[in-house]
């Protein structure tokens, strides 16, 4: 056995499958409005942009919890699983007001909005807790761990599917969807500890951010993120509407096939960020993200152009999609964290993803104001949506240039 191998943390894999489940089950309650608002959109009379703001709300939710939680250095207070169980707890109890108590937008909105913060305890934490036991492979767990995310955020389209088949309303789903972030809470906080090589996170600074994005490598690395951001929670949002509308145009008027079918469709992409994870460490992080924002808005426009043809194409068109939209995700982040000046990497990651995720809105709203309701709206939608990958390669091809690119996956560009 190699002497790199000895020295690596013995528990690695059991910790990151801990890990991996756990964000699966916790990260349930982020999209259980997405996953209903068909039927809330009929049973509370509302448009779809009202209900596009219920998931809106959870990503500024999440950029607001994830900058304060940097701003107090709460991950270095409180120990990793701790914290997420704590985070998890939170969000199932945030999601389950809104399945009990909400009776319209306005009333769902503040308890959207506390999934979001308590969420941000939940994914940053566990990508802390699965470096702190890797040094080899680190890019394969982390987009093991951003994997799981995008299939915790499909679980509510399954959960909805199944409360379809058997008859059931919306609340019994959004219920599931707590009950499942109650039991990614336990796992993780009774078998899930730190690693050995986790470091501090350094608290937030505006003035150590900056330094940072001072750096061109590190502007263009996130402006990849960002144009990755475009599109990604946007899809995830719609695709469900999308594809009810399209069976329908189709001949197939099945809203519960629909949410089954965007179940897989989200949770694909946790294959595809575990592949990319995994391949991004060998042939580059420039090469895997531009693949990827090819891939992903090929197949938006693609989705746009066959709305309405038969169900297995664009079930087809719709997985790739789903593979492709989030397989690049954690490597902007890793890019970040390897070409940021010394000490500055947490600040500007924290700057980054508040960003992104703020970002977010604008497309999810964006889509909901065109208010799609056939082939053009829909072609549309998607076209603008693809825009997003297009800067992002742009971005990632102009950093690929750069001498200071070997800094990324170990000369990797």
Excluded at 111 to 139: E, H, I, Q, S
Excluded at 346 to 358: H, I, K, R
């Amino acid at each position: 056995m190699s002497r790199a191998l000895e020295n690596e943390p013995s528990a690695r894999w059991p910790q990151l499958t801990i890990l991996a489940f756990g964000m699966v089950l916790a990260m349930s309650p982020s999209f259980a409005a997405a996953a209903v608002a068909p039927i809330l959109r009929e049973e509370w009379t509302v448009g779809t942009l009202e209900l596009a703001f219920l998931t809106v709300v959870v990503q500024l939710g999440f950029a607001v919890g994830a900058l304060g939680l940097a701003v107090i250095g709460a991950p270095d207070v409180i120990s990793g699983p701790k914290l997420f169980a704590a985070g998890a707890l939170v969000a199932a109890a945030a999601n389950l007001g809104f399945g009990l108590v909400a009776t319209d937008p306005a009333s769902a909105v503040p308890f959207r909005f506390l999934t979001g913060m308590a969420l941000a305890a939940v994914y940053p934490v566990a990508m802390k807790l699965a470096a702190g036991w890797f040094r080899r492979d680190r890019g394969l767990a982390i987009g093991v761990v951003n994997g799981a995310l995008t299939v915790g955020a499909a679980l509510p389209f399954l959960f909805r599917a199944i409360g379809a088949y058997a008859g059931v309303d919306w609340r019994p789903v959004v219920a599931a969807a707590s009950v499942a972030a109650v039991a990614g809470a336990l796992l993780v906080g009774f078998a899930a500890r730190s690693g050995p090589l986790e470091v501090a996170a350094p608290r937030f600074s505006p003035a150590i951010a900056a330094t940072a994005f001072r750096e061109p490598s590190v502007r263009l690395a996130s402006i990849g993120y960002f144009g990755h951001m475009w599109e990604l929670f946007a899809m995830w949002t719609w695709i469900p509407i999308f594809l009810i509308a399209s069976f329908a145009a189709a001949g197939v008027n099945d809203p519960a096939l629909a949410s089954l079918t965007a179940f897989v469709v989200v949770a694909a992409g946790g294959v595809g960020s575990a592949v990319a994870g995994a391949i991004a460490d060998r042939v580059g992080r420039t090469t895997t993200t531009i693949a990827a924002l090819a891939t992903s808005g090929t197949s938006a426009v693609i989705a746009g152009i066959l709305f309405g043809a038969p169900v297995p194409i664009i079930v087809l068109v719709a997985v790739v999609w789903g593979v492709s939209v989030v397989a690049d995700s954690a490597q902007f982040s890793s890019a970040v964290s390897e070409l940021a000046p010394p000490g500055t990497a947490g600040s500007a990651l924290s700057v980054q993803t508040a960003v992104g995720f703020t970002l977010t809105s604008v497309t999810i709203l964006g889509v909901g104001l065109l208010d799609p309701t056939g082939a053009d709206g829909w072609r549309l939608a998607w076209i603008i949506l693809a825009l997003g990958p297009v800067v992002g390669i742009v971005a990632m091809v102009r950093l690929r240039r750069r001498p200071d690119a070997t800094k990324m996956a170990s000369g990797n560009r």
